[in-house]
């Protein structure tokens, strides 16, 4: 295990650069500059060279709202990108750890297992699902994981998705006063704890299949913005605003919490956003 090579792709991104910390020595990052993987002959010549002991993908079209208008190009690295990879994975023998989303559910059902049933409303959500079914078809040896709401240091890439906290503190900065949405309600994640259980996973050679990975707890954006200010020492107004109020391109869904059947629950969200804004 010790010798194990550990591939992360996307490993300039949030979650990437976490787990390249987890993974240590073992850990080997490639991002785009080193493996594009829209590539498809070229990612399967680099994997076969490599010769990888698991694969991590970690690279993801990730802006809800842009994929509305960017359709082909979050179905490139969303859909098409991971059935390439889970086949080259299936052809070296090596099992590949792939991150969905909690935006593949509709939010009806508010909770959700890891067997309930996808019902995603935005394109995002379309191709995120539709990746999912790539990799089980593609791949017997594979880890699904669904996750939400990340939040951490930002990843390397300029282009890596900054987390909502970054966001609320950039706006604090510049105004007095923040809007954040009081009825959409989601599960969050420290993208250090999440990249810890993602190794234990892999360590532990748990069965393969779905899992859910987030810290405990639930909360809206309003809530989670609340925690930020309060934690930061930040002195704002914050106003609750309805999800109708907010217009966004993308819909999303009202309560998509994702409930974990299968390991040990993660710390509760608020321990880790103290720890993130204060150590
Ligand atoms: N962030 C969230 O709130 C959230 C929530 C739920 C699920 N997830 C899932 O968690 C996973 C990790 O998300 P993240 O937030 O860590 O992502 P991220 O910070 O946006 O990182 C994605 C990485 O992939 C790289 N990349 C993009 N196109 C590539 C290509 N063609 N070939 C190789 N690399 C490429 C990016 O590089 P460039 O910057 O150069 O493009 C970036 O370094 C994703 O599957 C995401 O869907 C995230």
Redesign the pocket.
């Known amino acids: 295990m010790q010798n194990d090579k550990i591939l992360i ?2 490993a ?5 650069g976490q787990l390249l910390k987890v993974f240590g020595a073992r850990a080997i990052g490639w ?2 500059q080193e ?4 590539d498809f002959d070229d990612t399967k010549a680099r994997l076969a060279r490599l010769k990888p002991d698991v694969v991590i993908n ?3 079209f ?1 802006d809800v709202d842009g994929a509305e208008d960017k359709v082909e190009a979050a179905y490139s ?1 969303n859909v098409a ?1 991971v059935g390439n990879l889970a086949a080259v994975c299936k052809e070296l023998g090596v099992p590949l750890v792939h ?4 935006y593949v559910f509709d939010g009806k059902a508010g909770e959700y297992q890891e067997q309930d049933e996808p019902n995603p409303q935005s394109i995002y959500g379309k191709t ?1 699902h539709q990746g999912e079914i790539e990799l089980a078809k593609s791949t017997d040896k594979f880890y699904l994981v669904r ?4 939040f951490g240091p930002k ?1 390397e ?5 900054k ?1 909502f906290v970054d966001l609320m503190l950039d706006l604090a900065d510049k105004s007095g006063t923040v809007k954040a949405v009081k009825d959409e309600t989601n599960s969050l994640t420290y ?1 250090p704890d999440l990249a810890e259980a993602v190794r234990q996973l892999v360590d532990d050679k748990k069965p393969y299949g779905v899992y859910h990975i987030t810290n405990s707890g639930q909360a809206s954006w309003y809530d989670f913005a609340a925690e930020i200010f309060k934690l930061s020492g930040k002195k704002v107004e914050l106003v609750p605003v309805s999800a109708s109020e907010f217009a966004r391109k993308a819909a999303r869904p009202t309560k998509a919490v994702l409930l974990n059947t299968k390991l040990p629950a993660l710390r509760p969200w608020q321990e880790a956003l103290k720890d993130f804004l204060t150590i």
């Not at 300039?12 to 990437?16: A, F, I, R, S, V």
């Not at 493996?35 to 829209?38: K, S």
């Open positions: 792709l996307g300039k991104g949030m979650l990437g991002d785009r493996c594009d993987v829209t970690c690279v993801a990730n690295l990108a991150f969905s989303t909690n995120k996750t939400s709401v990340l990843g890439s300029e282009l890596s998705k987390s993208a």
